[in-house]
C-alpha cells in the first residue's frame, strides 16, 4: 500500500485534516484511516452505506443534526478506564469520568431517537446503560460529580461522623496549642486512615460490580466512535462534494471508473491563485492504460486524484468524483520520481528500480487479496530515451499479461500507446487560442518575470483527458510551451534545425 509520504503527496493526509469528528473517539479512527482488507469487503461496503445514510439526511435537514454534535462532543474516552475496571480498582478520578460519561449517555442516545436514520445504519447501536449508571450513582441524583456517599456503608457513615465530631472540637480549640489538640489530631489522622480504607474498599466492591458491564460499555463505545467517524465524513461530503462509490467484486470483466473526480488539496491550491482545477475522468480495465503528453500537462495530476480517490474508496470513504466504481483492490501501489533516493546513496534511476521491483513481487505473489492498482508515472525517465522506451514498452506488455493487475503508465515516450489496452492524452494546449495565448505572454515580457510566465500558460493549460487512438503518439507541446515562455529564439533556431 501507500507509505506516509505518499499519501501526503496524493492528498490523503490532508483529506484526514479536513475531517472533524466530534468526540476523541471518532478522532481515534480518523487517525488510524487505512484501507480495508481485501476480505473485510463487506465491512466496507456496511460502512460506505452508513456514510451514505448519513449524507441524504444531512442534506435533508442540516439542523437536526445539531443535537447530536453537541451530545458527541461532550464524550471524552474513558475506554482505558474500562478495561482497568477488570483488572483493579478505579481511582476516584477514574470512577467520576465513567460516571460522567454514562450521564452523557441519556442525552446522547436522546439526540440519535429524534434522527430517525441513526436505526437504520449498520453495525451501530447507541443507547444508555442505566443499570451501570445505578452501581457508580446509587443515589440516583445524577449529579456530575463522584463522591462516595454516606449511605454507600454503616462503617462509613460511622467514620464520617466521628470525623465531624473532632473536626468541629478542633475548631473550638482555636490555633493555640494544648495537650487536648494533640489527642483530637491524633484521633483524628486514625479515622481519616480508617476513612482512606473504607473507601478504597468501597470503590473495589463497585468497580468490580461495574466490571461486568464492562464489555457491554465498550462495544457501545465502538458504535459512538463509528457513528462519530461516518458522520464526520458525510459532513465532508456534504462540504465538498462527491459520492459514494459502487463497489465491484474481484471479475474479469470488472472496470475500475472515476467520473470527473478532483483531488482537493490540489484545488484548494489552485484557488489560492485564483485557478480552477479541471476534473478527470478516466476508466481501466485489466491491463495496462496509458497517458501520454508533454510535461506541464498534467499527467502527474491524473495519477495523484486517481491514487487519491481509490485510496478512499477502500477506506470507506465518500470520493470526490460524480460517479465512481472500484473493483476489489487489495493493493495501490504508486511509483514516481523520488529525490530521496539520491540522498540514501542511490541514483533516481537506481531507486525507481529498487521500488518497481518490490510492485512485481507483489503482483507476482498476489498478497493481501484482491487486484492490484499500479500507478507509473513518467516511468524510467531517468535513463537514457532508447532504454527507457523499451523499459516502459516492457511494463506494458507485462501488466496486459497480468490478469490481477490494474495498471496506468505516464509517459512521453513514443510507441508506447499502440501496446496499451487504453491511451488517455492530456489536452494541453490543443484547444488554446493561439492568439489570446501570445498577447497574454506578451503582456507578460518584462517585470512579470519568468514564474509569472509559466503561471499564466497554466492558465491555458486543459489538464482534462480525453481517449485517443492507441496509434497517436504523444502530443507535441513541450516546444510549444518553450516558444510560449519565451526561450531564447536563438536556441530555438537550434532546436529547428534539427
Do not use: W
Not at 484526514?16 to 466496507?44: F, H, M
Not at 478520578?93 to 434522527?115: P, Y
Amino acid at each position: 500500500m501507500l507509505d506516509k509520504k505518499q499519501l501526503s503527496d496524493i492528498g490523503f493526509a490532508y483529506v484526514l485534516e479536513k475531517l472533524e469528528p466530534d468526540s476523541p473517539l471518532g478522532d481515534e479512527l480518523r487517525r488510524r484511516a487505512a484501507p480495508y482488507p481485501a476480505q473485510c469487503r463487506t465491512a466496507l461496503a456496511r460502512e460506505l452505506e452508513n456514510v451514505g445514510l448519513l449524507f441524504d439526511a444531512l442534506r435533508e435537514d442540516r439542523e437536526r443534526f445539531y443535537s447530536l454534535e453537541r451530545a458527541l462532543m461532550q464524550l471524552k474516552d474513558i475506554r482505558r478506564s474500562v478495561a482497568n475496571s477488570r483488572e483493579a480498582a478505579l481511582s476516584e478520578v477514574e470512577l467520576f469520568e465513567v460516571k460522567r460519561f454514562l450521564i452523557l449517555l441519556e442525552g446522547l442516545e436522546k439526540a440519535c431517537i429524534e434522527l430517525p436514520v441513526i436505526e437504520k445504519l449498520n453495525d451501530i447501536s447507541i443507547f444508555s446503560m442505566n443499570e451501570a449508571l445505578d452501581i457508580l450513582d446509587p443515589d440516583g441524583m445524577r449529579a456530575q460529580t463522584f463522591r462516595l456517599a454516606d449511605s454507600c456503608s454503616e462503617e462509613l457513615r460511622d467514620i464520617r461522623r466521628e470525623r465531624k465530631r473532632v473536626d468541629n472540637a478542633l475548631r473550638s480549640l482555636g490555633s493555640a496549642p494544648s495537650a487536648e489538640r494533640d489527642a483530637l489530631t491524633a484521633e483524628r489522622t486514625i479515622l481519616a486512615a480508617r476513612e482512606e480504607n473504607e473507601e478504597q474498599r468501597l470503590r473495589g466492591a463497585m468497580t468490580k460490580a461495574f466490571s461486568a458491564h464492562s464489555e457491554r460499555l465498550e462495544a457501545l463505545i465502538g458504535s459512538i466512535a463509528r457513528l462519530d467517524f461516518a458522520l464526520s465524513k458525510a459532513k465532508l461530503m456534504l462540504a465538498e462534494g462527491g459520492c459514494i462509490p459502487a463497489l465491484l467484486p474481484c471479475g474479469e470483466e470488472a472496470e475500475l471508473e472515476l467520473v470527473n473526480m478532483v483531488n482537493p488539496m490540489l484545488r484548494a491550491v489552485l484557488a489560492e491563485k485564483g485557478m480552477r482545477f479541471t476534473p478527470v475522468s478516466i476508466a481501466l480495465s485489466r491491463g495496462a492504460a496509458v497517458i501520454t503528453g508533454a510535461n506541464m500537462g498534467g499527467k502527474s495530476v491524473a495519477v495523484k486524484t486517481l491514487a487519491l480517490n481509490v485510496h478512499l474508496a477502500l477506506a470507506g470513504f465518500p470520493v470526490f468524483a460524480e460517479k465512481a466504481v472500484i473493483p476489489l483492490i487489495g493493493d495501490i501501489h504508486l511509483l514516481y520520481e523520488d529525490r530521496e533516493d539520491s540522498r540514501g546513496g542511490l541514483s533516481s534511476f537506481g531507486g525507481e528500480m529498487v521500488r518497481f521491483g518490490t510492485i512485481l513481487d507483489s503482483v507476482t505473489e498476489g498478497a493481501n487479496g484482491g487486484d492490484r492498482l499500479v500507478l507509473l508515472d513518467e516511468f524510467a525517465r531517468g535513463t537514457n530515451p532508447s532504454e527507457g522506451s523499451a523499459l516502459v514498452r516492457a511494463a506494458v506488455r507485462y501488466f496486459n499479461d497480468k490478469r490481477n493487475a490494474y495498471a496506468l503508465i505516464t509517459t512521453h515516450f513514443d510507441d508506447v500507446a499502440n501496446l496499451a489496452s487504453r491511451h488517455y492524452q492530456v489536452m494541453g494546449l490543443k484547444n488554446a487560442d493561439p492568439a489570446a495565448l501570445e498577447a497574454a505572454l506578451a503582456a507578460a515580457e518584462g517585470a512579470s518575470g519568468g514564474a509569472s510566465k509559466s503561471e499564466l500558460l497554466s492558465r491555458f493549460m486543459d489538464y482534462g483527458l480525453f481517449r485517443a487512438e492507441s496509434t497517436e503518439n504523444p502530443p507535441r507541446d513541450a516546444l510549444k510551451i518553450c516558444r510560449a515562455l519565451r526561450v531564447s529564439e536563438e536556441f530555438m533556431g537550434y532546436v529547428d534545425s534539427e
